[in-house]
């Protein structure tokens, strides 16, 4: 059951019957040398999933006029749909909101090869590409319920990809590398489960990812420092919502996005046994052509400008740890603080849904030896409350 609002009054309840199956196989062949190597390989992988969704909306949601319960004579249903709106079949439940069977079944088979030369000892050089196609296959069959009406949807799709890689690496030292990075990524395609807001397909999504980072290792190895600044543009973003008066799921595509920011990493060796760990990312994640967004409201609007929900600005971390040799093992005692900023929960950056910051304590201990070990910890050591997400369901 739940209750949607954050009232103490019950909204609804929700019964779901789900099976998954999941298949990959990967087959590689590679050579080294010492100024040439090469990798080839094939991936084949099938996910099925199948499940049954039946919802009951409760007389005691004070939301009901929201979900446009009273107004599902539209739908032209038969019967004393008065009774059943003032006081449910049993005078507890205005009827079952939903009663659907829904599947898929994707086929993803890939073929990808990388290549990397040595033209000395401080460069390396390195390239890759790899083709994806995938098969997707849909069905939903919705029994006719107060809020939906009747559907039988079968769907099939295929998709496919092609994705470079580019690397070039500096090594002026054993202790310190420059790396550039110039890549691919994709994220296959799909079905939506809702059409009231959006289309039955949704693209897939592709993007570019620019990258130049610093690693290295000095003081005899005692601190390492690593960053790197980024830039990724995409196509299509796919952007998760829900449908406020179905309640399903949807993926709508956003035309352009981009994120951009820097990470930095220091690891340093204080004293025998203490190691300092702290780490700090900055993001700037931003719609730069999103004229199609859907709100929570079910309304169309440009997102464009907006920042890209669960993106937080700014992100730390710091741990602290002292371990040392006690018997025929390793003892062991790390103190972890992060801190996330706060952030938007949907994309049209609404005040209401947007996510407060929150700083987490974790405290871990434990022994190691060679035949056994043993750990003890404690995770948000503060009893910190905060949110992760926030589900568009008003």
Do not use: C
């Amino acid at each position: 059951a739940g209750e949607g609002d954050a009232s103490i009054a019950p909204a609804f309840t929700v019964s779901r019957d789900s099976e998954m199956e999941a298949f990959s196989q990967e087959f590689r062949i590679s050579r080294a040398g010492e100024s040439f190597s090469w990798m080839a390989g094939f991936i084949y992988s099938k996910d099925e999933s199948t499940e049954t969704d039946v919802s009951t909306h409760l007389a005691s949601d004070p939301y009901l006029a929201i979900w446009d319960i009273v107004g599902i004579l539209e739908f032209g249903l038969p019967g004393d749909i008065g009774d059943i709106i003032a006081n449910g079949p049993s005078g507890n439940s205005v009827g079952n909101f939903e009663d659907v069977d829904r599947g898929s079944e994707t086929e993803s088979t890939a073929l990808f090869g990388d290549v990397t030369w040595y033209p000395s000892d401080n460069w390396k050089l390195a390239a890759g590409l790899r083709y994806t196609y995938d098969q997707v296959e849909y069905f939903e069959l919705t029994r006719e319920t107060v809020t939906i009406p009747e559907s039988d949807i079968k769907a099939d799709e295929t998709f496919d990809d092609i994705s470079p890689r580019i690397n070039i690496s500096w090594l002026p030292t054993d202790d310190i590398t420059a790396y550039g990075t110039i890549s691919k990524g994709y994220k296959v395609g799909g079905f939506n489960a809702s059409q009231d807001l959006v289309d039955l397909t949704f693209d897939p999504e592709e993007g570019w990812n620019y990258e130049l980072g610093l690693k290295t290792s000095l003081w005899d190895r005692r601190i390492q420092i690593n960053g790197a600044i980024f830039y990724f543009d995409w196509t299509d973003l796919q952007v998760r919502g829900q449908d406020v008066r179905t309640q399903r799921q949807i993926v709508v595509n956003a035309d352009e996005a981009h994120t951009q920011g820097f990470e930095l990493e220091i690891k340093a060796l204080l004293t025998e046994g203490l190691t300092l760990d702290v780490g700090y990312g900055y993001l700037e994640a931003e719609f730069d052509d999103f004229p199609n967004a859907i709100d929570t409201d079910g309304n169309i609007f440009d997102a464009s400008g907006n920042s890209i929900p669960l993106a937080p600005e700014n992100t730390f971390n710091v741990g602290l740890e002292y371990q040392f040799t006690l018997g025929n093992g390793d003892a062991y005692a790390r103190v972890d603080y992060s801190f996330v900023d706060d952030q938007f929960a949907s994309a049209d950056n609404s005040p209401e849904r947007a996510i407060d910051s929150y700083e987490l304590w974790n405290l871990r201990v434990g022994y190691d030896s060679e035949r056994y070990g043993i750990q003890a910890f404690v995770e948000n050591l503060a009893d910190e409350e905060y949110s992760s997400a926030i589900e568009n369901l008003e």
